[in-house]
């Protein structure tokens, strides 16, 4: 999982858990040090406190928001911010980080997707498979 879509992740899955009365207390501690990394990191940008508030009420329609207020300001090589949002998931979902769910690295690859539930549907063009050389 790329860093930032884990940042977010968490974020969304904290809010989720850390309303229920049965979370446990690290789940929300591990929830409370995240957002609070995330809101120090996002202070200098003019929404990005806003949008982190508006992710944690409605975390699908502010996912993509979210992600760019992250991207903007290089919260993906934050790593506290990191390593704060892996804790976060380890204690959400103890079976699938085990699993390393949230471990994926990519590099050099095309037509990728990562995540649960998607589907991914390629063509073929036979008249550029003759072709020599770079497409």
């Not at 789940?27 to 990005?48: E, F, H, I, P």
């Not at 699908?60 to 704060?84: F, N, S």
């Amino acid at each position: 999982m790329d860093p930032i879509t884990l940042i977010v992740t968490a974020l969304a899955a904290g809010a989720a858990l850390g309303v229920k009365d049965s979370a446990s207390s690290a789940v929300k501690d591990a929830y409370s040090a995240l957002k609070g990394l995330a809101r120090r990191k996002l202070a200098a940008r003019r929404d990005g406190e806003l949008v982190l508030e508006r992710h944690e009420e409605a975390p699908d329609t502010w996912k993509a928001p979210l992600a760019e207020e992250l991207k903007a300001v290089g919260a993906d090589g934050d790593e506290a911010l990191l390593e704060a949002a892996r804790r976060l998931m380890d204690l959400a979902d103890e079976a699938g980080a085990r699993a390393g769910k949230y471990s994926v690295v990519v590099h050099n690859a095309q037509n990728v997707q990562v995540g649960d539930g998607n589907a991914q549907y390629n063509g073929y063009d036979p008249s550029r498979a003759a072709q020599p050389g770079p497409r």
